[in-house]
């Protein structure tokens, strides 16, 4: 059992919104949580291709009502570690890599939304950070898979 003995009894809601987002709301102590699972398209992806991907998942957000979020997944992203204009919502411990373009959405996205990147608030050996790693390309290692929450539910 992944989510842990009677917590079925807790679900509120399933939404499957696209083949890349999906969320589900559960009633948890004294308030409404939707976790939100995503696969966000390859960096480099078409403009027009991550825009979508980004406004289905607005609307996700936005329609979350008064609901404490979570959003996880792989966000084909580096978000480095320089926090400085994001301090409200990332910490100095993210990746080694330099932001790229989905990274940089993902940032922006956070920022509209009031979104802290938990993967970078606390300190951790780079060995149990990556969330991906491709051994036929030397050994190749990255962050690229997040979880954020509501800010209000993760205070720095």
């Known amino acids: 059992m992944i989510l842990g003995s009677g917590i079925e009894k807790r679900l509120l809601e399933v939404a499957y919104v696209s083949e890349r987002i999906m ?3 559960f009633s948890l102590k004294n308030m409404i949580c939707r976790v939100v699972v995503v696969y966000a398209p390859c ?3 078409r403009a027009a291709d991550m825009d979508a991907f980004y406004s289905v998942l607005e609307g996700v957000v936005l329609g979350s009502g008064g609901d404490k979020l979570i959003i996880m997944g792989d966000f084909n992203g580096w ?3 320089d926090n400085r204009g994001f301090e409200n919502i990332m910490g ?3 990746d080694d890599k330099p932001v790229n373009g989905n990274g940089k959405r993902l940032l922006d996205f ?5 979104l802290v990147i938990t993967n ?11 969330t991906w790693e491709d051994k036929k390309a030397g050994n190749s ?3 690229i898979d997040y979880v954020l929450v509501s800010a209000d539910i993760r205070k720095f």
Do not use: D, E
């Open 23 to 25: 969320w589900a709301r």
């Open 43 to 45: 960096n480099g992806t």
């Open 79 to 81: 978000i480095g570690s």
């Open 92 to 94: 100095k411990w993210g």
């Open 110 to 114: 956070c920022m509209g939304f009031g």
């Open 120 to 130: 970078s608030v606390f300190p951790h050996k780079m060995v149990h950070k990556y």
């Open 141 to 143: 290692k990255s962050i």
